[in-house]
């Protein structure tokens, strides 16, 4: 799978057809434009495998039965699977299954993309360090210039631009000093 002509990180959760399938997914939900990234260059797909291999882990079995029924009603509806479609298509299904929440048929197709939707959001906009944002896009989409230590008084000020501000992570923020050796240990 390649994002931005870059190999995407190994998998953890999911294989390569629902990574794909998820991708092409969060693609729609933040799309992204020429010169303005969306989801897919954010890697929001690599948050949401790692959140799923870790602390999301109960969600994995929503997940698999969630990924298999929609494409199966994408295969359903449009003779190809929701991959094979156009981003129009896409975007139609999309929006049909977003709105069927008290259907019977589709209620768990909602929930499930309700799901896709804020984990979406949570992958694109939350610290890289998660495995999503990547390259902080999402904060840049929005003007937001990360995990600051602290802010000068002229950018505490009234209309100052936060896009001015270098971006920085929790990565950026971790000690960099070496933890002292303890007495006694063997080095």
Do not use: C
Request: aromatic residues 12%; hydrophobic residues 40%.
């Amino acid at each position: 799978m390649i994002i931005r002509d870059e190999v995407l990180p190994a998998l953890i959760f999911f294989n390569e057809e629902e990574a794909q399938i998820v991708e092409a997914m969060t693609a729609r939900i933040i799309p992204s434009s020429p010169g303005n990234p969306g989801a897919k260059e954010a890697g929001a797909v690599i948050y949401i495998d790692r959140a799923l291999a870790g602390f999301f882990s109960p969600l994995q079995t929503f997940y698999r039965e969630g990924i298999a029924e929609f494409d199966r009603l994408s295969r359903s509806r449009f003779g190809s699977g929701f991959l094979g479609l156009n981003e129009s298509q896409q975007n139609d299904f999309l929006r049909s299954i977003e709105g069927s929440l008290g259907d019977e048929r589709l209620g768990k197709l909602s929930q499930f993309f309700a799901v896709v939707y804020q984990h979406t959001l949570e992958g694109t906009f939350g610290d890289p360090i998660y495995g999503g944002n990547r390259d902080g896009v999402g904060w840049k989409m929005v003007g937001f210039p990360g995990a600051q230590w602290s802010y000068s008084p002229e950018q505490m000020k009234l209309g100052f631009d936060a896009t001015q501000i270098q971006v920085a992570t929790l990565g950026d923020l971790q000690p960099t000093v070496p933890l002292p050796s303890v007495k006694g240990a063997q080095q």
